[in-house]
């Protein structure tokens, strides 16, 4: 398993933007799926985006209406979920998650899991 580390969470006011990154030690070629989930009170953890790490292929949740955009960095072996005009509904704790073998939307699909970042998203 792959250690990860989130970071970039916070609290913005609707409309508002945040950075996340979650920094990972490397991967293998044949587990090079990244996403980011989140999960609200009470409710269940949903993919927000992945990325294909060997040929860029990226997906995004029906929710996320184009407002978020996940990036790889190769040189620092960082992923990052930009995530803009973001509204209320988008507070949650959000994961990074690791090791699928392509861009999966469940979430046991990933056996390498970050500690979670907190974002708060206020009127």
């Known amino acids: 398993q792959v250690p990860l580390v989130e970071s970039g969470g916070g609290s913005v006011q609707v409309g508002g933007s945040l950075r996340l990154s979650c920094q990972t030690s490397g991967y293998s070629y044949d587990r090079p799926g990244v996403a980011w989930f989140r999960q609200a009170p009470g409710k269940e953890r949903e993919r927000v985006a992945c990325?294909?790490?060997?040929?860029?292929?990226?997906a995004y949740g029906d929710f996320v209406k184009e407002r978020f955009t996940i990036t790889e960095d190769k040189d620092k072996n960082a992923v990052h979920l930009q995530m803009n005009s973001l509204e209320s509904e988008d507070t949650a704790i959000y994961y990074c998650?690791?090791?699928?073998?392509?861009?999966?939307?469940?979430?046991?699909?990933?056996?390498?899991w970050g500690q979670g970042t907190q974002v708060t998203v206020s009127s």
């Open positions: 998650a690791a090791g699928a073998q392509w861009c999966a939307v469940i979430a046991d699909s990933y056996p390498s």
């Open positions: 990325i294909n790490r060997n040929n860029g292929y990226t």
